[in-house]
Protein backbone atom coordinates (compact mmCIF):
# COMPACT_ATOMS: atom_id res chain seq x y z
CA UNK A 1 0.00 0.00 0.00
CA UNK A 2 0.70 3.90 -0.98
CA UNK A 3 1.88 6.04 2.00
CA UNK A 4 -0.63 8.66 2.72
CA UNK A 5 1.67 10.86 3.49
CA UNK A 6 2.56 13.13 0.44
CA UNK A 7 5.81 13.50 1.12
CA UNK A 8 6.69 10.04 1.11
CA UNK A 9 4.47 9.24 -1.80
CA UNK A 10 5.44 12.48 -4.43
CA UNK A 11 9.61 10.82 -4.08
CA UNK A 12 9.14 7.68 -6.09
CA UNK A 13 12.04 6.14 -3.57
CA UNK A 14 12.08 2.81 -5.98
CA UNK A 15 12.91 4.43 -9.17
CA UNK A 16 15.72 6.63 -7.41
CA UNK A 17 16.59 3.10 -6.07
CA UNK A 18 17.17 2.18 -9.77
CA UNK A 19 18.67 4.56 -10.39
CA UNK A 20 16.04 6.44 -12.80
CA UNK A 21 16.83 9.70 -11.65
CA UNK A 22 15.40 12.80 -14.05
CA UNK A 23 18.08 14.69 -14.79
CA UNK A 24 15.59 17.65 -15.39
CA UNK A 25 14.28 17.35 -12.05
CA UNK A 26 17.34 18.71 -10.33
CA UNK A 27 18.23 22.43 -10.28
CA UNK A 28 21.69 23.92 -10.31
CA UNK A 29 23.15 25.51 -7.42
CA UNK A 30 23.49 28.80 -6.39
CA UNK A 31 25.46 30.17 -3.48
CA UNK A 32 24.02 32.48 -0.94
CA UNK A 33 25.85 35.17 0.44
CA UNK A 34 23.70 37.73 4.18
CA UNK A 35 24.37 40.83 4.58
CA UNK A 36 23.32 41.87 8.18
CA UNK A 37 23.77 45.58 7.70
CA UNK A 38 23.98 47.96 4.92
CA UNK A 39 27.66 48.40 4.56
CA UNK A 40 28.80 45.31 6.74
CA UNK A 41 30.78 42.34 5.05
CA UNK A 42 28.52 40.02 2.82
CA UNK A 43 28.79 36.30 4.09
CA UNK A 44 28.66 33.06 2.71
CA UNK A 45 25.99 31.88 3.86
CA UNK A 46 25.12 28.12 2.37
CA UNK A 47 23.28 27.11 -1.39
CA UNK A 48 20.07 26.88 -2.62
CA UNK A 49 18.73 25.13 -5.73
CA UNK A 50 16.36 27.20 -8.49
CA UNK A 51 16.49 27.63 -12.22
CA UNK A 52 16.71 31.70 -12.44
CA UNK A 53 18.58 34.66 -10.24
CA UNK A 54 15.28 35.78 -9.88
CA UNK A 55 14.00 32.42 -8.16
CA UNK A 56 17.42 32.02 -6.34
CA UNK A 57 16.80 35.10 -4.46
CA UNK A 58 13.11 34.06 -3.76
CA UNK A 59 14.46 31.24 -1.96
CA UNK A 60 17.39 32.60 -0.63
CA UNK A 61 15.39 34.70 1.22
CA UNK A 62 13.22 32.03 2.34
CA UNK A 63 16.31 29.47 3.47
CA UNK A 64 18.78 32.51 4.97
CA UNK A 65 16.74 35.94 5.52
CA UNK A 66 14.16 34.59 7.69
CA UNK A 67 15.37 34.61 11.04
CA UNK A 68 17.59 37.65 12.37
CA UNK A 69 18.45 40.86 10.95
CA UNK A 70 19.06 41.09 7.03
CA UNK A 71 19.93 43.64 4.70
CA UNK A 72 20.27 41.99 2.11
CA UNK A 73 21.36 38.75 0.07
CA UNK A 74 23.31 38.16 -3.04
CA UNK A 75 23.22 34.65 -4.81
CA UNK A 76 25.70 33.54 -7.40
CA UNK A 77 25.39 30.60 -9.46
CA UNK A 78 27.91 27.84 -7.57
CA UNK A 79 29.91 27.40 -11.63
CA UNK A 80 30.93 30.94 -11.71
CA UNK A 81 32.75 30.04 -8.09
CA UNK A 82 36.57 29.13 -8.94
CA UNK A 83 38.73 27.58 -6.09
CA UNK A 84 41.77 25.87 -5.83
CA UNK A 85 41.57 22.61 -6.58
CA UNK A 86 41.29 20.48 -3.21
CA UNK A 87 44.75 18.94 -3.71
CA UNK A 88 46.37 21.84 -3.31
CA UNK A 89 45.31 22.34 0.21
CA UNK A 90 48.84 22.43 0.77
CA UNK A 91 49.46 25.77 -0.10
CA UNK A 92 47.76 27.22 3.09
CA UNK A 93 49.41 24.28 5.24
CA UNK A 94 52.35 26.39 7.09
CA UNK A 95 49.81 29.45 7.02
CA UNK A 96 49.10 29.13 11.02
CA UNK A 97 53.19 29.29 12.09
CA UNK A 98 53.39 32.62 10.38
CA UNK A 99 52.63 34.42 13.29
CA UNK A 100 54.87 36.84 12.65
CA UNK A 101 52.86 38.37 9.98
CA UNK A 102 50.14 39.62 12.45
CA UNK A 103 50.00 42.44 14.32
CA UNK A 104 50.43 40.93 17.73
CA UNK A 105 53.79 39.79 17.03
CA UNK A 106 55.50 43.43 16.92
CA UNK A 107 56.91 43.58 20.26
CA UNK A 108 56.20 47.09 20.24
CA UNK A 109 53.32 47.47 22.88
CA UNK A 110 55.48 48.10 26.01
CA UNK A 111 57.42 51.10 24.81
CA UNK A 112 54.40 52.47 23.66
CA UNK A 113 52.84 52.33 26.68
CA UNK A 114 56.10 53.60 28.33
CA UNK A 115 56.16 56.51 25.55
CA UNK A 116 52.40 57.58 27.04
CA UNK A 117 53.50 57.14 30.45
CA UNK A 118 56.28 59.93 30.05
CA UNK A 119 54.26 61.68 28.25
CA UNK A 120 51.43 61.75 30.30
CA UNK A 121 53.10 62.79 33.19
CA UNK A 122 55.11 65.79 31.61
CA UNK A 123 51.37 67.14 30.04
CA UNK B 1 -15.85 60.31 9.98
CA UNK B 2 -18.17 57.51 9.34
CA UNK B 3 -17.21 54.33 11.76
CA UNK B 4 -18.91 51.95 9.91
CA UNK B 5 -17.76 52.78 6.81
CA UNK B 6 -14.25 52.50 8.56
CA UNK B 7 -15.21 49.12 10.68
CA UNK B 8 -16.40 47.40 6.87
CA UNK B 9 -12.67 48.29 5.19
CA UNK B 10 -11.24 46.57 8.31
CA UNK B 11 -13.21 43.63 8.23
CA UNK B 12 -12.73 43.03 4.79
CA UNK B 13 -9.40 43.47 5.29
CA UNK B 14 -8.75 41.62 8.51
CA UNK B 15 -10.72 38.71 7.56
CA UNK B 16 -9.47 38.02 3.95
CA UNK B 17 -5.72 38.30 5.73
CA UNK B 18 -7.28 35.52 8.16
CA UNK B 19 -8.61 33.25 6.09
CA UNK B 20 -5.83 33.34 3.09
CA UNK B 21 -3.55 32.83 6.04
CA UNK B 22 -5.04 30.05 7.69
CA UNK B 23 -5.51 28.47 3.92
CA UNK B 24 -1.58 29.02 3.34
CA UNK B 25 -1.02 27.11 6.16
CA UNK B 26 -2.68 24.30 5.50
CA UNK B 27 0.83 23.72 2.66
CA UNK B 28 2.87 23.16 5.95
CA UNK B 29 4.53 20.14 5.71
CA UNK B 30 3.29 19.50 1.84
CA UNK B 31 4.25 21.89 -0.29
CA UNK B 32 6.26 20.59 -4.09
CA UNK B 33 9.17 21.53 -2.28
CA UNK B 34 11.45 22.13 1.25
CA UNK B 35 10.95 26.11 0.12
CA UNK B 36 8.07 26.83 -0.87
CA UNK B 37 6.48 24.91 2.51
CA UNK B 38 8.48 27.31 4.38
CA UNK B 39 7.69 30.02 1.86
CA UNK B 40 3.72 29.29 2.37
CA UNK B 41 4.30 29.12 6.08
CA UNK B 42 6.24 32.12 6.83
CA UNK B 43 3.71 34.35 4.12
CA UNK B 44 0.76 32.61 6.32
CA UNK B 45 2.02 33.35 9.63
CA UNK B 46 2.59 37.58 8.30
CA UNK B 47 -1.47 37.43 7.07
CA UNK B 48 -2.45 36.44 10.53
CA UNK B 49 0.04 38.82 11.94
CA UNK B 50 -2.17 41.31 9.84
CA UNK B 51 -5.24 40.20 10.63
CA UNK B 52 -4.37 40.40 14.16
CA UNK B 53 -3.05 43.92 14.12
CA UNK B 54 -6.24 44.70 12.42
CA UNK B 55 -8.55 43.27 14.92
CA UNK B 56 -6.98 45.63 17.50
CA UNK B 57 -7.37 48.73 15.62
CA UNK B 58 -11.58 47.18 15.58
CA UNK B 59 -10.86 47.06 19.28
CA UNK B 60 -8.79 49.74 20.55
CA UNK B 61 -9.76 52.48 18.45
CA UNK B 62 -13.28 51.82 17.23
CA UNK B 63 -15.05 49.94 20.35
CA UNK B 64 -15.88 46.40 18.21
CA UNK B 65 -15.36 42.84 20.76
CA UNK B 66 -11.34 42.07 21.49
CA UNK B 67 -9.64 40.52 18.78
CA UNK B 68 -9.94 36.59 19.50
CA UNK B 69 -13.60 37.17 20.22
CA UNK B 70 -13.29 38.31 15.85
CA UNK B 71 -11.19 35.49 15.07
CA UNK B 72 -12.08 32.80 16.73
CA UNK B 73 -16.18 33.47 18.21
CA UNK B 74 -18.08 35.31 15.06
CA UNK B 75 -20.59 32.98 12.70
CA UNK B 76 -19.54 32.45 9.14
CA UNK B 77 -22.19 35.02 8.37
CA UNK B 78 -19.92 38.11 10.23
CA UNK B 79 -17.04 37.02 7.82
CA UNK B 80 -16.85 40.18 5.17
CA UNK B 81 -13.34 38.22 3.33
CA UNK B 82 -13.96 37.11 -0.32
CA UNK B 83 -15.07 34.18 -1.50
CA UNK B 84 -11.58 34.22 -3.46
CA UNK B 85 -10.04 33.51 -0.10
CA UNK B 86 -11.70 30.55 1.48
CA UNK B 87 -11.37 28.35 -1.55
CA UNK B 88 -9.39 25.32 -0.82
CA UNK B 89 -5.86 25.34 -1.48
CA UNK B 90 -6.23 22.82 -4.58
CA UNK B 91 -3.20 21.62 -6.62
CA UNK B 92 -0.36 24.02 -6.32
CA UNK B 93 -1.18 25.68 -9.26
CA UNK B 94 -4.01 27.04 -8.14
CA UNK B 95 -2.41 28.48 -4.47
CA UNK B 96 0.26 29.90 -6.61
CA UNK B 97 -1.84 31.57 -8.87
CA UNK B 98 -4.40 32.58 -5.86
CA UNK B 99 -1.55 34.01 -4.06
CA UNK B 100 -0.53 36.09 -6.94
CA UNK B 101 -3.55 37.49 -7.49
CA UNK B 102 -4.52 38.10 -4.30
CA UNK B 103 -1.15 39.77 -2.80
CA UNK B 104 -0.49 42.04 -5.70
CA UNK B 105 -4.09 43.50 -5.31
CA UNK B 106 -2.92 43.45 -1.39
CA UNK B 107 0.63 45.77 -2.31
CA UNK B 108 -1.90 47.74 -3.91
CA UNK B 109 -4.29 48.23 -1.21
CA UNK B 110 -1.74 48.93 1.64
CA UNK B 111 0.40 50.87 -0.87
CA UNK B 112 -3.01 53.31 -0.95
CA UNK B 113 -3.27 53.32 3.10
CA UNK B 114 -0.15 54.29 4.12
CA UNK B 115 -1.42 57.81 2.54
CA UNK B 116 -4.92 57.17 4.62
CA UNK B 117 -6.33 59.90 7.06
CA UNK B 118 -6.76 57.38 9.52
CA UNK B 119 -3.91 57.74 11.06
CA UNK B 120 -3.65 53.78 12.57
CA UNK B 121 -4.63 52.54 9.44
CA UNK B 122 -1.69 54.34 7.74
CA UNK B 123 0.78 53.62 10.29
CA UNK B 124 -0.10 50.24 10.18
CA UNK B 125 0.02 49.81 6.51
CA UNK B 126 3.44 51.64 6.53
CA UNK B 127 4.86 49.37 8.56
CA UNK B 128 3.90 45.55 6.67
CA UNK B 129 4.13 46.84 3.53
CA UNK B 130 7.30 45.49 3.00
CA UNK B 131 6.08 42.14 3.90
CA UNK B 132 3.93 42.00 1.42
CA UNK B 133 6.09 43.49 -1.61
CA UNK B 134 7.86 40.14 -0.77
CA UNK B 135 4.75 37.87 -0.92
CA UNK B 136 4.42 39.74 -4.34
CA UNK B 137 8.33 39.43 -5.10
CA UNK B 138 7.01 35.81 -5.00
CA UNK B 139 4.06 35.10 -6.41
CA UNK B 140 5.32 37.48 -9.39
CA UNK B 141 8.49 35.02 -9.60
CA UNK B 142 6.38 31.91 -9.10
CA UNK B 143 3.55 33.02 -12.10
CA UNK B 144 7.15 34.05 -14.69
CA UNK B 145 8.79 30.80 -13.84
CA UNK B 146 6.12 28.28 -14.37
CA UNK B 147 4.34 30.56 -17.39
CA UNK B 148 7.71 30.10 -18.96
CA UNK B 149 8.61 26.82 -18.14
CA UNK B 150 7.47 23.46 -19.61
CA UNK B 151 4.10 22.63 -21.52
CA UNK B 152 2.73 21.04 -18.56
CA UNK B 153 3.23 24.06 -16.61
CA UNK B 154 2.21 26.48 -18.88
CA UNK B 155 -1.14 24.68 -19.16
CA UNK B 156 -1.49 23.99 -15.89
CA UNK B 157 -0.94 27.63 -14.87
CA UNK B 158 -3.57 28.47 -17.54
CA UNK B 159 -5.89 26.81 -16.41
CA UNK B 160 -5.48 28.06 -12.95
CA UNK B 161 -5.97 31.41 -13.76
CA UNK B 162 -8.93 30.75 -15.46
CA UNK B 163 -10.73 29.24 -12.34
CA UNK B 164 -9.39 32.47 -10.56
CA UNK B 165 -10.14 34.91 -12.15
CA UNK B 166 -13.69 35.33 -11.86
CA UNK B 167 -13.13 35.05 -8.44
CA UNK B 168 -10.29 37.13 -8.17
CA UNK B 169 -12.49 40.01 -9.59
CA UNK B 170 -15.17 39.71 -6.41
CA UNK B 171 -12.08 41.11 -4.22
CA UNK B 172 -13.18 44.34 -5.62
CA UNK B 173 -16.57 44.02 -4.15
CA UNK B 174 -17.76 47.45 -3.26
CA UNK B 175 -19.60 48.25 -0.03
CA UNK B 176 -22.20 51.20 -0.29
CA UNK B 177 -20.25 52.88 2.47
CA UNK B 178 -17.64 53.22 0.32
CA UNK B 179 -18.53 56.36 -0.83
CA UNK B 180 -17.40 58.28 2.67
CA UNK B 181 -14.46 56.59 2.64
CA UNK B 182 -13.01 58.14 -0.73
CA UNK B 183 -14.62 61.24 0.48
CA UNK B 184 -12.78 61.99 3.77
CA UNK B 185 -9.33 60.59 2.35
CA UNK B 186 -9.36 57.20 4.27
CA UNK B 187 -9.30 54.92 0.95
CA UNK B 188 -9.41 55.76 -2.34
CA UNK B 189 -11.98 52.91 -3.33
CA UNK B 190 -12.27 49.32 -4.91
CA UNK B 191 -12.99 50.90 -8.27
CA UNK B 192 -9.35 52.35 -8.57
CA UNK B 193 -7.69 49.98 -7.06
CA UNK B 194 -9.16 47.20 -9.22
CA UNK B 195 -7.64 49.84 -12.16
CA UNK B 196 -4.24 49.32 -10.97
CA UNK B 197 -4.33 45.68 -9.82
CA UNK B 198 -5.90 44.70 -13.80
CA UNK B 199 -2.63 46.85 -14.87
CA UNK B 200 -0.24 45.49 -13.03
CA UNK B 201 -1.07 41.51 -13.17
CA UNK B 202 -1.55 41.87 -16.73
CA UNK B 203 1.86 42.60 -17.18
CA UNK B 204 3.13 40.13 -15.26
CA UNK B 205 0.71 37.52 -16.47
CA UNK B 206 1.91 38.76 -20.29
CA UNK B 207 5.53 38.26 -19.52
CA UNK B 208 4.26 34.57 -18.25
CA UNK B 209 2.60 34.16 -21.84
CA UNK B 210 -0.89 33.28 -20.10
CA UNK B 211 -3.75 35.17 -21.16
CA UNK B 212 -6.37 37.04 -19.15
CA UNK B 213 -9.94 35.27 -19.59
CA UNK B 214 -12.28 36.98 -21.42
CA UNK B 215 -15.58 36.69 -19.10
CA UNK B 216 -18.76 38.08 -18.56
CA UNK B 217 -19.54 40.54 -15.72
CA UNK B 218 -22.21 38.28 -14.53
CA UNK B 219 -19.51 35.36 -13.66
CA UNK B 220 -17.54 37.84 -10.89
CA UNK B 221 -18.13 35.91 -7.84
CA UNK B 222 -19.57 38.89 -5.18
CA UNK B 223 -21.26 38.29 -1.90
CA UNK B 224 -18.09 37.34 0.15
CA UNK B 225 -18.23 41.41 1.36
CA UNK B 226 -21.77 41.42 2.69
CA UNK B 227 -21.38 37.57 4.41
CA UNK B 228 -22.54 35.45 1.81
CA UNK B 229 -19.96 32.95 1.51
CA UNK B 230 -19.25 29.38 -0.49
CA UNK B 231 -19.43 26.17 1.41
CA UNK B 232 -15.79 26.08 1.64
CA UNK B 233 -15.76 28.73 4.42
CA UNK B 234 -17.53 26.72 7.36
CA UNK B 235 -15.29 23.78 7.37
CA UNK B 236 -12.68 25.87 7.30
CA UNK B 237 -14.08 28.08 10.61
CA UNK B 238 -14.76 24.78 11.59
CA UNK B 239 -11.76 23.51 11.78
CA UNK B 240 -9.79 26.38 12.55
CA UNK B 241 -12.14 27.34 15.79
CA UNK B 242 -12.23 23.93 16.76
CA UNK B 243 -9.41 24.06 20.06
CA UNK B 244 -11.26 27.39 21.02
CA UNK B 245 -14.40 25.90 20.73
CA UNK B 246 -13.88 23.11 23.00
CA UNK B 247 -13.79 25.96 25.88
CA UNK B 248 -15.01 28.71 24.90
CA UNK B 249 -14.57 30.82 28.13
CA UNK B 250 -10.66 29.51 28.45
CA UNK B 251 -7.99 31.78 28.87
CA UNK B 252 -4.89 31.99 26.94
Known sequence: ?123 | MNTNAIKDLLFKMADDALVIGHRNSEWTGIGPMLEEDLAFSSMAQDKIGHAQALYTILHEVLGERDRDTLAFKRQEGEFKCCQFVEQPIGEYDFSIMRQFLFDNAELLRYDMLTRSSFQQLAQLAKKVRGEIKYHVMHGDAFVRQLGNGTDESHARMQSALNVCWPLALGIFEKSELEGDLIKEGIFAGEDELKKQWLQKVSKVLTEAKLKVPAIDESKIVYGGRKGFHSEFLKPMLDEMCEVVRTDIDAEW
Open chain 1, 1 to 123: MNSLDPRVTRLDLKKVAEGDVHTNSHLITWEVFHQEKRGKQVVHAGIVHASTPEMALVVAKEVFGRRGKTSNLWVAKTSDVYTFPAEDEDIFETTPEKTFREPGSYKVRDRIEKFQQQHKTEA
